[in-house]
Structures are given as C-alpha cells and as structure tokens.
T-cell receptor, first 114, second 109 residues
C-alpha cells in the first residue's frame, strides 16, 4: 500500500535523450511536488501542482515539463538530457498547498546522464 | 534572500544525546519542519513547530525560537538506526518549503 510511488527507481541514459518519470499518490491529497536533490543533498523544489493546476514553477529549464492528468498523478518529462540533470528526483504530496501538513515523499528516482 | 543553515555533519555515541541546530531566514514564516532521510531513501517527517517552545515526541524533541530565527532537533538515547541526515525546512509566506542541505548524523558504538 505505497502512499507515494515513483517509476522508475533508477534511470541511466545518454545525453540528449528524452525521458519521463512517473509519480502516483493514493493518499487523496490535492497537492503534488517535484524536487531535485543533487550530490550536495540540497532539496530544491521544481514544481508544485494543486488539483492538476500548476502553482509553483521555480527557475527550471523549460526542458523539464510536468504533466498532471489527474490530481493523483504528476509526471515529469525531461527533454534533451544534460550531464547536470544527474540527481535524485523526489515526488511528494500533501493535503493542500498550505503545507502546514507534512509532505509525503516517494522513494526517489536516481537519474544518471552519461 | 531566504536561507537555512545547519551543520554539515555531526558525530555522536550510541545511547547519548545530540542537538542539531538550524537557523533560518525566510520571507515571512509559517513554521519549521524537521525531516529524517536515511541514505538512499526518501525524507520522512519528524516534526513541525510554529509556536515558540519545545515539542516532545518520544526520543525526539524540536525547539523553536521565532525571535532568534532558530530551531534545534534533540535526539535522546541515540540508537544506531538514528544514523541519517536531518533536514531543516522553513515554510515561507507563500507556503513554500525552503530546505537546508541537511546534517549528516553519524552514530558510533
């Protein structure tokens, strides 16, 4: 009964390729997030969606495009992958964007770009 | 600018007590979170403080001083499984979490 799930867990690909990471939550939450955690372990917010609508869009290259087909899913598509995109990507969800509540994180997707 | 500062690494002994400090500067303030992250795993929620004072939850306690922009996480009766990174995160006026880089806690027998 995984609360927040991501696939794949590991992704190794060549520079210039296009790849997608999928995220699903079964908690009934309205808000979902994508974070990037680099080798220095900083967690950086990339995007936040509330009920399928984009509410946070940090300074992220437009090669990154999130898609939310419904409020339980937030997928991340990355075009023209670059070496600097190598990181762990975490999906998370919370009941609402107010975020007084804790965020629940998925297991992470370790992306390695060669 | 917004900033969260915490030590990079700390070492403590099994059975002892350790305090991990965090100072924050956020645009507005709607609370402070502590998360635990084991190596190779996702962060998991530990605590949330929005009022000054100490919140105790079993072996873990979290303290907040809003006037000083300061928080700490106190871990008692340390166990080997407490070896992890501890992430401090401040919630700003836009309800956006601003994350610190985490403190790697190493527990020695």
């Amino acid at each position: 009964d995984t609360a927040v799930s991501q696939t794949p867990k590991y992704l190794v690909t060549q520079m210039g390729n296009d790849k997608s990471i999928k995220c699903e939550q079964n908690l009934g939450h309205d808000t979902m997030y994508w974070y990037k955690q680099d080798s220095k372990k900083f967690l950086k917010i990339m995007f936040s969606y509330n009920n399928k609508e984009l509410i946070i869009n940090e300074t992220v290259p437009n090669r990154f495009s999130p898609k939310s087909p419904d409020k339980a899913h937030l997928n991340l598509h990355i075009n023209s992958l670059e070496l600097g995109d190598s990181a762990v990507y975490f999906c998370a969800s919370s009941p609402d964007p107010g975020s007084y509540n804790e965020q629940f994180f998925g297991p992470g997707t370790r992306l390695t770009v060669l | 600018g917004q900033n969260i500062d915490q030590p990079t690494e700390m070492t403590a002994t099994e059975g002892a007590i350790v305090q991990i400090n965090c100072t924050y500067q956020t645009s507005g303030f709607n609370g402070l979170f502590w998360y635990q992250q084991h190596a190779g795993e996702a962060p998991t929620f530990l605590s949330y403080n929005v009022l000054d004072g100490l919140e105790e939850k079993g072996r873990f306690s979290s303290f907040l001083s809003r006037s000083k922009g300061y928080s700490y996480l106190l871990l008692k009766e340390l166990q080997m499984k407490d070896s992890a990174s501890y992430l401090c995160a401040g919630l700003d006026s836009n309800y956006q979490l601003i994350w610190g880089a985490g403190t790697k806690l190493i527990i020695k027998p």
